[in-house]
């Protein structure tokens, strides 16, 4: 490549004869004009332009045109010259078309600038150094495209005020030239970053190292050493493959090196705007850290509830083994379920769904913190209780014959179901108690406490029934029924039941001092927000009305079902057969769904107000996805080893009841999924303060099962009875889920993410049937080897259990179901610290 001044003296810039050149019409302007050879036409003119600060005019000078040299030989500027500086007369006055070449104003005479080689100006771009005189000062590195243009025009600086050359690329608009150039001997900041999403012009979003730029001496002296470099030490991804061309200058703006040389200068920052920091990989991210509180929440709440229903288990098991399962067991349970129905009937179902949102908006909005609020609200639960309770209690003849006119014809069984009832009426009192501190609890996120209490109450039930089994014995070794119990045992069994729920309420009062709650009695309800809320509650409670309806029939139907099967010799076919297979078949929901939507509900509850509508979406199918992880699986286990549960867990009530207990715990498998699913569905609408569809939803589902139920009472014999109400009640919840997802649907008026829920729910449930087939046969061969005593049920589901579990899991992630991949994971990150 021919250099610009290693031409022959006297000859044109295009390196032709001088005698026969007219002019370079592309170059610069003193370039163009027919000049005659020798011909100067700067000759005379003050200060004159070779003789810079006065230099004799006399001197030779090698390329002045004594030489034969033209004026377009002097060599030029690689760049337009800049504009007219301080002092600078300006362009020429008057005149039309062209005036004469312009002045040319040198930088100052330097003595060392002419040596016996020629003219070595400190302007020369090509030999100066790359750092200290940066040809492309001012140049924005954004303005070109790192892929379509030249590599060697980058150059980390800001944009060049506006010039008469046009942007290569106008991806940017340039900001407006300022009073004056910017200053060569300072290195401008770095500009402003790049948001973190990914753009059309940054794809890699703001990067340190893709958003600065080297030029053509950092790519050829440091190509080596940036090549293999990136963020943090680490290599550049696939998708980066540019990214070594642009890494120079890591620590920011600062001034070129004193010394020269091709190298780029130690970095020192200047003030500016704090840069964004970037962001440390162990950071979880918003989703992430989002989804951890949820789960541990989840998880403190599902080991509380986990143990409260393995003791609960226990207490069945020896509620059964003290009073068997005939008349006598019923009529306990009867009259244990009365006050549960009452509370949910009439309260409970309020206090649930609707009070804790607005707890939570109580708390956000209110000045104290939501405590007056909910004082309020705890006054006022506990006179309605007090005076329900008193009712309730002499009512209770007449509650028992709603609840079973069988027992209600038998004076025998009504006496003791009578009698039972009135010592577990006042536990109505402490229960809404219990369920109103506790949800202040989880309105300010200490969601464990609420879970774990029931565990006192059940310690203090199993207590009492080892008591009277200590002082009576087993049902089966006393022969102990309706017409033979003791006065003593019915006040040991009752008074021991009632306090179980007192412990469970008091024990809550130190953790809600420890959360800084202070519990006081408080009567000024009128224009402090109740109203709003009993309006709304007024719809759950008719939601809970018709879902006791419902389950009013059903107690009737068992117990007729079981007196009648008990006369043909087929025990375990009556209310206690149904209510202890309802206990296990709640138990997975309860610890899973129950949990997850407990800690979720709150949540749901802050977006419905704030009007995310995705928000709830996305909770909403997070919530019914991972819950199936596990339900799903889990109910096909009740089909396909229901019967050697039963005979393991009640196996005092004798082989015949405790396999009654079986065919009733399959008959409600399957059910499982629809339950969950619609426990989850109808936490939105109560985030969304609409108690009024889950209303119509409910009595939708209760009319469907009582119609099911009525025909099993007029299809079935007696000893199946209860089988077809607990089929029955699933295939209600399968209506119900269905009507109440299109109604969600259409409140929200956006897709809910239903393809990916059915999608996760169906391969869930082609995993589980091949598993619950080879898990189940295995299971009943086992125990038909064994027998149905406890080595045999316990063989069969270890057996069974373990193949079933084995097959799910490899079906499972053949299908990619990914909420499985994401929980093993979990898991096994757990077990990996």
Known sequence: MEAPYDRERGRAPGGGDQSGWQGDQHGHPEQQGPYPPGYDPYAGQQPYPYEPGGHDP??????????????????????????????????????????????????????????????????????????????????????????????????????????????????????????HAPDAQRWAPTPAPEPDALSRHLPHGDRAATTEFTGIDGLMNRAGETAGSGPQGQRPGPDDAFAHLFRDQQAGPGQPPAGGGDQPPRQTPEPGPAARPEPQAAAPSGKTSKAAGLLKSSAIMAAGTLVSRVTGFVRQLVLVAALGAAVLGDSYTVAWNLPNMIYILIIGGGLNSVFVPQLVRAMKNDSDGGEAYANRLLTLVMVLLGALVVAAVLAAPLLVRLMSPTFADDPAANEVTVTFTRYFLPTIFFMGVHVVLGQILNARGSFGPMMWTPVLNNIVVIFTFGMFLWVYGTQATSGMGVTTISDEGLRLLGAGTLLGLVVQAVALLPYLRAAGFRVRLRFDWRGKGLGKAATMAKWTVLFVLANQVGLIVVTQIATWAGANALEDGHSGAGFIAYSSALLIWQMPQAIITVSLMAALLPRLSRSAADGDTAAVRDDLSHGLRTSAVAIVPIAFAFVALGVPMCTLLFGTAGESGARSFGYVLMAFGVGLIPYSAQYVVLRAFYAYEDTRTPFYNTVIVSATWILLSALSFVLLPERWVVAGIAFGYGVAYAVGVRVAWRRLKGRMRVDLDGARVVRTYIRLAGASIPAAVIGGGTGFLVLRALGEGAIGSVAALAVGGLLLLAVFYVAARRMRVEELTALVGMVRARLGR
Do not use: F, I, N, T
């Open 58 to 179: 006399g001197a030779p000078d090698p390329y002045g045109p004594a030489h034969g040299q033209a004026p377009g030989g002097y060599p030029g500027q690689p760049y337009p010259p800049p504009g007219y500086g301080p002092g600078h007369p300006g362009p020429p006055a008057g005149g039309q078309g062209y005036a004469g070449p312009p002045e040319y104003h040198p930088p100052a005479y330097d003595p060392g600038a002419y040596d016996s080689a020629g003219y070595q100006g400190p302007d020369d771009p090509y030999l100066a150094d790359s750092y200290h005189h940066d040809p492309y000062a001012g140049r924005d590195p954004l303005a070109q495209d790192p892929v379509g243009d030249a590599l060697y025009d980058r150059a980390a600086h800001p944009p060049p005020p506006a010039s008469g050359v046009p942007d290569p690329q106008g991806l940017y608009q340039q900001p407006p030239p300022g009073p």
